[in-house]
Antibody, heavy 116, light 106 residues
Framework: QVQLQESGPGLVKPSETLSLTCAVS?????????WGWIRQPPGKGLEWIGS???????YYNPSLKSRVTISVDTSKNQFSLKLSSVTAADTAVYYC?????????WGQGTMVTVSS | IQLTQSPSFLSASVGDRVTITCRAS??????LAWYQQKPGKAPKLLIY???TLQSGVPSRFSGSGSGTEFTLTISSLQPEDFATYYC?????????FGQGTKLEIK
């Protein structure tokens, strides 16, 4: 059974970098598929942040591209998100997910608050 | 690519047939998915490729459409179907979601 689990600080200061990791179990990232990050501000809708292929090819939301880096570590079977220069507008639940023809498996999500 | 869902809010009763529409700002072939989200939970994939039911999803859910107009239909609402529904396009390498449709009990 494939499972994804997000981890990282729940509180980040403004102007700093948000860093999250998604650990994958039950499936080897090296075997293929795209992996992605999606976020949801409190009470609002879903926003796709970006995706990465197991080879390391990345695709980012144009509105966030200048601040986002997604990387993959196949040796640890995990992928990561870094979002720089955060503001209160980046406060959200952050989800990682696997993409086949759509995002079919999701992590439970982790709440990240940007506040001093 | 912008996705616009209608309606944004929908009030219905158990047993009703409901339809949610998702319109894309440009053609996306059949690269559209539908998700269901309940409060405090991650979204759940219902339909991909516009009309293919994800494994384990009840057959009362169905999807149709191609190009710029798509629909999600629930043939007979069950109590567990009251949730928020999102469409998502995966046509290009930049994916986007609709704003969501909240389905509430009448």
């Amino acid at each position: 059974q494939v499972q994804l689990q997000e981890s990282g600080p729940g509180l980040v200061k403004p102007s700093e970098t948000l860093s999250l990791t998604c650990a994958v179990s039950g499936y080897s990232i090296s075997s293929g598929y795209y992996w992605g990050w999606i976020r949801q501000p409190p009470g609002k809708g879903l926003e796709w942040i970006g995706s990465i292929y197991h080879s390391g090819s990345t695709y980012y939301n144009p509105s966030l591209k200048s601040r986002v880096t997604i990387s993959v570590d196949t040796s640890k079977n995990q992928f990561s998100l870094k979002l720089s220069s955060v503001t209160a507008a980046d406060t959200a639940v952050y989800y990682c997910a696997r993409r086949r023809l759509a995002f079919d498996i999701w992590g439970q999500g982790t709440m990240v608050t940007v506040s001093s | 690519i912008q996705l616009t869902q209608s309606p944004s809010f929908l009030s219905a009763s158990v047993g009703d047939r409901v339809t949610i529409t998702c319109r894309a700002s440009q053609g996306i072939s059949s690269y559209l998915a539908w998700y269901q989200q309940k409060p405090g939970k991650a979204p759940k994939l219902l339909i991909y490729a516009a009309s293919t039911l994800q494994s384990g999803v009840p057959s009362r859910f169905s999807g149709s459409g191609s190009g710029t107009e798509f629909t999600l239909t629930i043939s007979s609402l069950q109590p567990e179907d009251f949730a928020t529904y999102y469409c998502q396009q995966l046509n290009s390498y930049t994916y986007s979601f609709g704003q969501g449709t909240k389905l509430e009990i009448k």
